[in-house]
């Protein structure tokens, strides 16, 4: 059976890095694009972060904050956020979806496997 399991969020202060992972289980992750999805309270699920096997997409308004990389020994897929800010707080999601990240990788489209999330915050 196919699943993902979020860890690492936290509280943070502004300015301040986490590592969120995703470990994943039950299928092979170089025939899927994972990726990483946010969603603050009163606002939609957007696309972070994805990463496949020839692929690696990130929100243009993370502004090169964020790093996407994947362990395959570990079957784990890490998501770096740096330079964190307020508006970053949210519960962050990965997903798993055949195929690669391009098209439309960071749109919540053909993604039929979810984590549970985990929960980031960042505040003073």
């Known amino acids: 059976q196919l699943q993902l399991v979020e860890s690492g969020g936290d509280w943070v202060q502004p300015g301040g890095s986490l590592r969120l992972s995703c470990l994943t289980s039950g299928f092979t992750t170089a025939d899927y694009a994972i990726g990483w999805f946010r969603q603050a309270p009163g606002k939609e699920r957007e696309g972070v972060s994805c990463i496949s096997a020839y692929v690696i997409r990130h929100a243009e308004f993370l502004k090169g904050r964020f790093i996407i990389t994947r362990d395959s020994a570990k079957s784990t897929v890490f998501l770096q956020m740096n330079n964190l800010t307020p508006e970053d707080t949210a519960v962050y999601y990965c997903?798993?979806?055949?195929?690669?990240?391009?098209?439309?990788?960071?749109?919540?489209?053909?993604?039929?496997?979810w984590g549970q999330g985990t929960q980031v915050t960042v505040s003073s």
């Open positions: 997903a798993a979806r055949r195929g690669s990240c391009s098209p439309n990788g960071l749109t919540t489209a053909g993604y039929d496997h």
